[in-house]
């Protein structure tokens, strides 16, 4: 199973929708981060990314989407998550506190 | 789960009475507290077990120090919930750090090289990790301007903390990463996974960069292999004395001979040459081309400087020389004893070598007013022949200072530059002896003063901050 895909590279308003199946491990981890380091180097504002279809969300996974948050916001862009499975969303929590990232309700 | 078998466990402590009254039935529930305690302290221990092996399967699956460095940063940063982690590498000449991975850049970005001096590693060592960087500027350490910059250029990027990739012997990088997320300081677990990720990290870093091409061909660093074998097994050869000794005299204590106290005595003493023997084979095992982790004690230096003079007497005897110290202070710094003998050893054996037969050696130890850009530190000054007689000898380290060519980790004074060949001490024609204790004194913080290095003569400063 593909670790993720991209399901819009440039929507409306400059934002990128992701969309995050299956196990979300290391190399899964590294592949998101190259991505979104493309899509800052592309100047994109926003990038949506739905955690709806990952069955495990590894500290590597986690320790991404941390650094990248930081990444987007220090470059003036927005990183948000969507659709946590309750499983993710309490490993979130434990590590970094959930409430850290931004949450939008649909990708 | 386990709340419930905690709370199963204090069930069935309750349920037992004890025949002696209420106030006894308090220590089955503190030893089931207890055994409570243990087994959460166990879970955990499996837990961070567990997560070892995990780390070692990811880092040792590959062969590239951006990719390892990379995997060592995501894992710092999801493990600890920080948003930034900075990895760097030594370079291949071992002087530089080299940024191999940026999670969460800002603006600016982590400077990409750094070059780590050898007060900062030593300050580095003597820091519980993870190490606050600020700390540095407060440490009382003169911090030179090269770090200051780079330090200065982390903190404004949003980086706090620092810790060396140390396998245990060998520092094979530096992490620096922000304070946590969510604001908490480092607890006891966080600390045990940057000791975890920072280990198994530093020993699969350290097996790449041993496999590197540029750093087999090093012209240098064969010679650093090339010394280190010859000291070993020179010390080797060593150990075999003090063992015979002990063999024969342990075999006439058997025999119940008289004056047994005697033998005892030698035992004992051969023993303890033994284990300093052993001591220094240890240290010099533990010696790195790149940066030497140091195990500093209080220790005094001219008892060290003693000792590593000791063992060339016979040399001494035979060239019919003299040694004088001029000046002697027993002052104890922190320094690394097995190495800084090592050190000290080479330093004396390259002047024994050189001194003319007849030729004096003169030796002093004393208290060095701060020169320029140090702190307060101990002065020691070895010089044969001429070179070291008379005024020369009594410079005080404040005297004007060149350095020379990159990649020394000496001192050539000025004044003695001008009217001398200085051949023999550019790099590569240099006793290798000579450089690979040049470059352990510089771990230490120290330096190295050459006023003089010639045929028959040499006459060497060495500084050590106190």
Redesign the interface.
């Known amino acids: 199973m593909k670790s993720f895909s991209i399901e819009n590279n440039r929507g409306r308003n400059g934002t990128c929708r992701i969309s995050l199946s299956g196990r979300f491990g290391?190399s899964a981890?590294?592949e998101l981060?190259d991505r979104l380091n493309e899509l800052l180097k592309e100047d994109t504002r926003e990038a949506r990314i739905s955690l709806k279809g990952v069955s495990f969300l590894?500290?590597?996974?986690?320790?991404?989407l941390?650094?990248?948050?930081?990444?987007f916001r220090?470059?003036g862009a927005r990183l948000s998550l969507a659709d946590l499975p309750p499983r993710a969303e309490a490993d979130m929590k434990l590590?970094?506190?959930v409430e850290?990232f931004n949450r939008v309700t649909e990708l | 789960m386990s709340s419930g078998k905690e709370q199963d466990g204090r069930a069935a402590g309750a349920g037992m009475e004890h025949p002696a009254g209420k106030n006894r039935k308090k220590a089955p529930d503190a030893n089931l507290d207890r055994i409570n305690q243990l087994r959460r302290e166990l879970r955990r221990k499996d837990e961070l077990l567990q997560m070892s092996l995990d780390f070692a399967a990811k880092f040792s699956s590959h062969s590239d120090i951006e990719l390892i460095s990379r995997k060592i940063s995501i894992s710092l940063s999801g493990n600890l919930g920080v948003e930034k982690v900075a990895v760097y590498t030594p370079d291949a000449g071992g002087k530089d750090q080299i940024l191999r991975h940026e999670l969460g850049r800002g603006m600016k970005g982590a400077p990409e090289s750094l070059y780590a001096g050898s007060s900062f590693l030593r300050w580095l060592n003597t820091q519980e990790q993870p190490a606050l960087i600020d700390s540095y500027f407060n440490a009382g350490v003169q911090v030179k301007e090269a770090e200051a910059g780079w330090l200065e250029d982390l903190i404004r990027e949003g980086y706090s903390y620092l810790s060396p990739l140390d396998s245990g012997s060998e520092i094979s990088g530096l992490a620096f990463f922000s304070g946590k997320v969510n604001g908490d300081n480092f607890k006891e677990r966080d600390r045990e996974l940057i000791r975890v990720i920072s280990v198994i990290g530093a020993a699969a870093l350290g097996t790449v960069s041993r496999r590197r091409p540029e750093q087999r061909a090093a012209p240098e660093e064969l010679d650093f292999h090339r010394f280190k074998e010859d000291e070993l097994a020179r010390r080797s050869f060593e150990l075999n004395t003090p063992l015979t000794v002990l063999k024969s005299t342990l075999w006439s204590v058997e025999t119940g001979m008289t004056g047994e106290g005697l033998m005892i005595d030698m035992a004992r003493d051969a023993v303890s040459n033994l284990q300093e023997k052993i001591g220094e084979l240890a240290g010099i095992s533990e010696l790195r081309y790149s940066t030497s982790k140091l195990n500093l004690k209080k220790t005094d230096i001219t008892a060290i400087m003693d000792d590593s003079l000791r063992k060339f007497i016979p040399e001494i005897e035979q060239k019919f020389s003299t040694v004088d110290y001029s000046e002697k202070m027993h002052r104890e710094i922190l320094v690394d004893p097995g190495k800084m003998e090592l050190a000290l050893t080479a330093v004396i054996k390259q002047v024994v070598e050189q001194v003319s037969p007849g030729g004096r050696i003169v030796l002093s130890t004393s208290f060095s007013e701060k020169p320029p850009g140090e702190r307060e530190g101990v002065e020691m000054k070895v010089c044969s022949g001429s070179v070291g007689d008379g005024e020369d000898h009594n410079d005080s380290l404040d005297r004007e200072l060149s350095e020379i060519g990159a990649g020394s980790w000496f001192i050539v004074r000025a004044g003695w530059e001008a009217g001398n060949d200085r051949s023999g001490l550019n790099a590569g024609q240099q006793p290798p002896s000579l450089r690979i204790a040049f470059k352990i004194i510089s771990d230490h913080g120290g330096r190295v003063y050459v006023n003089g290095f010639g045929q028959g003569d040499i006459s060497l400063s060495i500084w050590l901050p106190a």
């Open positions: 290391d981890a590294m981060e590894s500290s590597e996974g986690i320790g991404v941390l650094g990248m948050e930081h990444s220090a470059s590590v970094a506190g850290y």
